[in-house]
Each structure stands twice: as structure tokens, then as C-alpha cells.
């Protein structure tokens, strides 16, 4: 049974940081990019960053420079350690992961960015 665990997201002051992890269980082949999603009440689901297995990375041009994306390929695990936040970070955050086969998403998590 294939499993992704979301954790990290809060209510967190404009300027201060947050770091949010999944972890991938029971995936069986071999995963390719893992990413960072998230949605605003009433818009898009939007990419937020993405890595690769290579650890090539690319990120939305919001969150450039105020955002990390990294992976652990051992632990099968993807972070995002976002610094600088803003109001208009507040979302749902969401993870993806590409195997050869398929494509999952996470259960998403909240973060809140308010003073």
C-alpha cells in the first residue's frame, strides 16, 4: 500500500520559517521527480518546486531564492525548508511523487502564514 506522509506545515509569523517533509512507503518502482504543490482557497493547485533524481531542481518564481527543495533517495523522502514567508505563502501543501508507473500525491498540509 503505497503511503505518503506529509509533515511540518503550521501557523507560522510573516518572516519566519517552516520545514516540510514526506516521506514515500510502498512504492514499489523506482521514483523519478518528487515536487511541492500547493493551492489557495479559491485558485489553482500551483508547482512550487520540483527535484529530480539527479537532484536537478526548479522552483515557481515566487518562492525563488526564499525556498529549498532537497530529497533523501534513501528514505525515499522530499523537504521543503521555506524561509521569508509571506501571507501570501498561506495554502494547502501538497506532495508529488513520479515513479516509472505512476503518479501519487499527499495528503496535503496547512500553512498559515499570519501575525
Known amino acids: 500500500q503505497v503511503q505518503l506522509v506529509e509533515s511540518g506545515g503550521g501557523l507560522v509569523q510573516p518572516g519566519g520559517s517552516l520545514r516540510l517533509s514526506c516521506a514515500a512507503s510502498g512504492i514499489i518502482s523506482s521514483i523519478n521527480d518528487m515536487g511541492w504543490y500547493r493551492q489557495a482557497p479559491g485558485k489553482q493547485r500551483e508547482l512550487v518546486a520540483g527535484?529530480?533524481?539527479?537532484?536537478?531542481?526548479n522552483y515557481a518564481d515566487s518562492v525563488k531564492g526564499r525556498f529549498t527543495i532537497s530529497r533523501d533517495n534513501a528514505k525515499n523522502t522530499v523537504y521543503l525548508q521555506m524561509s521569508s514567508l509571506k501571507p501570501e505563502d498561506t495554502a494547502v501543501y501538497y506532495c508529488k511523487v513520479v515513479s516509472v508507473c505512476c503518479i501519487y500525491w499527499g495528503q496535503g498540509t496547512q500553512v498559515t502564514v499570519s501575525s
Open positions: 527535484i529530480t533524481s539527479g537532484g536537478s531542481t
